[in-house]
């Protein structure tokens, strides 16, 4: 069956209507929401969601917003997505060896999913919490002040999880 | 000088998000009185008077931005801009994890000034828990007609959305920002035409920074002619500094503006990480020009000392770096950082950081040479000064050239020397 909102994004969808004056706004927020039911943001969501909003957006429209932003994954990722922020303040306080250790841990190099799916690791361009390097992000929620140890504790944590 | 706080008085409240506790401590007193005694231009001349500036990052006087606003029949959009993305800055989060009915009183009132009836805030999409708490921040303020249709039962509307952004630091500025509102590319648009004549849907629109707008009911309750008595006669106020790196207490601290930097490091922030000594310090984000330990210790937080450096108070984001920082490296991380958040729409700025990326990763490898460095800088003198439509390109070149020119020794240590070969 070809993809259409599940009954949870369609509700949001409704609820963001009436909040702006030109329908294009509702890109971004649709593309989340894409994002949210299929893990991905993928051409044939993408055609839905050009086909909801309506002339003057196409799939080319969609797909260039997509593409421009780092948040929307143009393709499947883990059920946990790791990103360790790279930038100044979390290397000075020692990202590089966060990565290490989560990377030679889960056995995949940077950019890489595990066999299994479960995981993928990502290095990110500043995470805006600069004071608590390192941090990461995993899925929604922020780590902050990590150590080798701290992160080996979030990873058992997670395989217990799922 | 020294520690002060007005918008982080309550920061130890466990509660201080809820609509419950900002009332307890007085929120919303100042919305009830612009709405019921001041007119817009009251408004305005107040804000005016006080002498806030912009706490984004250019520290433009708020109060003559609002005046820009021309009187049409036109709809104004309002926009907090809480894009928070460049390196070493964190305060925003901060703001809106913790005072979220701050910046929607911050807004009202700024609605009510410029005569709009609809705003956005804008949140970095990374920012999760942020823009959970803001939404439902929002839905409590309208539920006590704090927000929405007759505010107060005192006559005026203002509706507000919580807009996600997607992981673009180019949405930080401005008219990148519009564009991603308006659901197309962030990209940064040419001005002329200004926000403030034609910006959200080609309507007069205000653009500010989330600590700009926190710092607003305050104004209101204390009057601009108070407010101005904080801080230095030119850089009124108090600010936010983020203080990351190598320091033994980094974290935010909300001081007077004209505090000594030398007594935010070591008396505020406990000094240098293990008692190291201080190599530079780069005093507002990551595009403002580093400083020696030198100028560091000559310096106060406002934004005509730091000018005075030839740097700038930015977003108010301190990086310490100490005698263990690697500044190559450290100044490669940042070029990456700004080759990888180019828009790509201008040719210096996207195959000039790019450019200037992949020379600093070949010299940290130990296998640039002096024309490398030559070429680092003659790249530079075409990524600046308006050859861009955004300042991007500018920033990259504040990051990199500052560091390469006042600590030319490093770099030149880790040069593979050219050895001419005769044959």
């Not at chain 2, 804000?47 to 006087?61: C, E, I, M, T």
């Not at chain 2, 925003?92 to 009510?112: N, S, T, V, W």
């Not at chain 2, 406990?270 to 201080?278: C, Y």
């Not at chain 2, 700025?349 to 800088?377: N, P, S, Y």
Request: one cysteine or more.
């Amino acid at each position: 069956m070809a993809y259409q909102f599940s009954q949870e994004s369609e509700k949001r969808f409704q609820r963001l209507i009436p909040q702006f004056p030109s329908k294009r706004s509702l890109i971004l927020p649709c593309l989340f929401l894409l994002q949210a039911d299929k893990g991905f943001v993928d051409t044939e969501g993408m055609q839905y969601i050009a086909d909801r909003i309506g002339e003057p957006v196409s799939l080319a429209h969609v797909h260039g917003v997509a593409t421009f932003y780092t948040m929307y994954n143009k393709k499947p990722v883990g059920k946990f997505h790791i990103q360790i922020c790279a930038n100044i303040s979390c290397y000075l306080a020692g990202s590089d060896s966060i990565t290490e250790h989560v990377c030679s841990k889960l056995g995949i190099e940077k950019g890489e999913t595990t066999k299994d799916k479960k995981y993928t690791v990502d290095e990110v361009q500043c995470l805006g919490a600069c004071g608590f390097g390192p941090v990461a992000q995993i899925n929604d929620k922020y780590y902050e002040n990590l150590t080798p140890e701290s992160i080996e504790k979030i990873l058992s944590e997670l395989e217990k999880e799922g | 000088m020294g520690l002060k706080t007005l918008l982080t008085t309550h920061i130890n409240a466990t509660d201080s998000h809820t609509l419950k506790h900002y009332q307890s401590v007085g929120g919303y007193e100042s919305l009830k009185k612009v709405l019921s005694e001041m007119t817009a231009e009251q408004i305005v001349n107040d804000v005016k008077n006080s002498g806030l500036r912009g706490r984004g990052g250019a520290g433009f006087p708020t109060g003559n931005k609002w005046g820009f606003i021309p009187k049409t029949d036109k709809p104004k959009y309002l926009i907090c801009n809480g894009d928070e993305g460049e390196p070493g800055t964190f305060k925003d989060r901060m703001l809106i994890e913790r005072f979220p009915h701050m910046l929607i009183e911050g807004m009202a009132i700024a609605a009510k000034a410029i005569d709009s009836h609809q705003g956005y805030i804008y949140i970095r999409g990374e920012f999760h828990k942020g823009i959970r708490i803001v939404e439902t921040a929002v839905e409590e303020a309208y539920k006590a007609g704090l927000l929405g249709k007759n505010i107060l039962g005192l006559g005026y509307d203002f509706d507000l959305a919580v807009y996600s952004g997607a992981g673009a630091y180019i949405c930080g500025e401005e008219s990148a920002l519009i564009n991603s509102l308006e659901g197309r590319r962030g990209h940064p648009r040419l001005k002329p035409p200004f926000p403030a004549v034609s910006g959200l849907y080609a309507c007069p629109t205000v653009v500010n920074n989330v600590e700009t707008f926190c710092n607003v009911p305050h104004i209101i309750r204390m009057t601009g002619e108070e407010y101005k008595k904080i801080g230095t006669e030119k850089s009124p106020g108090t600010r936010l500094f983020a203080v990351s790196g190598h320091v033994k207490k980094p974290g935010i601290y909300e001081v007077e503006m004209g505090t000594p930097m030398k007594e935010l490091i070591f008396d505020i922030c406990g000094g240098i990480k293990n008692d190291k000594s201080l190599k530079a310090v780069i005093p507002g984000g990551s595009s403002s020009p580093i400083l020696t330990s030198e100028e560091a210790m000559t310096a106060t937080m406002d934004y005509e000392s730091i000018a005075s450096l030839k740097s700038m108070l930015g977003s108010g984001a301190v990086i310490i770096l100490s005698e263990e920082a690697d500044l190559v490296e450290t100044t490669y991380r940042l070029a990456e950082f700004y080759s990888h958040e180019s828009c790509g729409q201008c040719t210096p700025c996207r195959e000039g950081t790019h450019w200037v990326k992949d020379l600093l990763h070949k010299i940290k490898k130990g296998e640039g040479t002096e024309k490398d460095v030559e070429l680092i800088f003659s790249l530079s003198r075409n990524m600046e000064g308006g050859t861009t439509i955004c300042p991007l390109a500018d920033a990259c070149v504040m990051a990199v050239r500052p560091t390469m020119t006042k600590f030319k020794e490093e770099f030149s240590l880790r040069l593979k020397k050219e050895v001419s070969v005769s044959h």
